[in-house]
């Protein structure tokens, strides 16, 4: 091995070390801060938008707050599977759990969701729906309607959505707010441009507010997966080691609320994330990301 190879090699195992003990160590955390526990900070109530789909990472948060006697309200624009999901929850954890059936793109979609969230006390909120069209054109071969609806459910709605329920936990002095982003957040990303811009501001949105709630007692927490298995065989054509489970994903960005501002999940992640950061051009890491959507896609 040449000596520049054997230094690669170290400085990675190092990277890959600390990253795993990082990992590690934001596993289990049962006392939130100032003495409260996950319940008195995040309940009795949390939303979770994009709850529907069974291999979902929003139907993960919702087992996973439901496994800490979390009550739910769950919305997603997809009837029949959100009512499954929410029958499911209640008969194997025992709560309670209501559903809106809701297109999140509608500009006055509050106007069904407050008569559903009415009188409850909503401790956290997760955004984590989203819509991007499947074969995820490049920008400028995707027409400017499906662009506009993406602004809307995926920007407008994370706004509506943290601006309403982010005053209600301000005034009732506690809660949390978990922006589901992406690693597309973290740079320009070819083929997926228009989702990546979503993600970014996204991303912006939630490490802001942070900041600006750090003294509310209302937790802000963006989290930013990589590839997670939630889309059947469509991620086939990436490199498996980059494929998350959701159930460490969600335990990961649960784990971090009120200890963190943004969570990269999984270890492969924060690796590639410190290599793009640190290692490359900003410019090369755009290019990296392309070449690997080009090669994901078969492009
Ligand atoms: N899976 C990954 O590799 C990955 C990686 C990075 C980030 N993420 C992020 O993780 C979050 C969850 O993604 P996922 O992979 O678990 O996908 P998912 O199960 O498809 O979750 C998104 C949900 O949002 C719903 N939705 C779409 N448009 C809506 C609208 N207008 N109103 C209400 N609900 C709507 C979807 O319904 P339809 O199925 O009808 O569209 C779907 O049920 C997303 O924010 C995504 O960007 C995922």
Redesign the pocket.
Known sequence: MSTSNKTWFIAGTAVSAAALVLWQQTKTKPVVRNGRTFGQQYGPWAIV??A??EE???YGFARQLAGQHINLVL????GDELEARAETLRQTYYVKVKTAV????QRDFLTQLLPVTAGLEIGLLVC????TPKDTPPILQMDLETHHAMID?NARAYTTLVHTFGRQMVAQGHGGMLL?S???ALRGTPYTGAYSAN?AFQMMLGESLWYELRHANVDVLVLT????H??GND?DGYPPIMMMEVEPVVREALAGLGHKHLVIPGPVNKIMQFAAAHLMTRRGALIASGDLMAHGLGK
């Open positions: 938008t994009g529907a789909r979902g990472l929003g919305v997603d624009i997809l809701i297109d999140l793109g984590n729906h989203m819509f459910i589901v992406s690693q597309a993600k997966p990589g590839l997670t939630t889309q991620l």
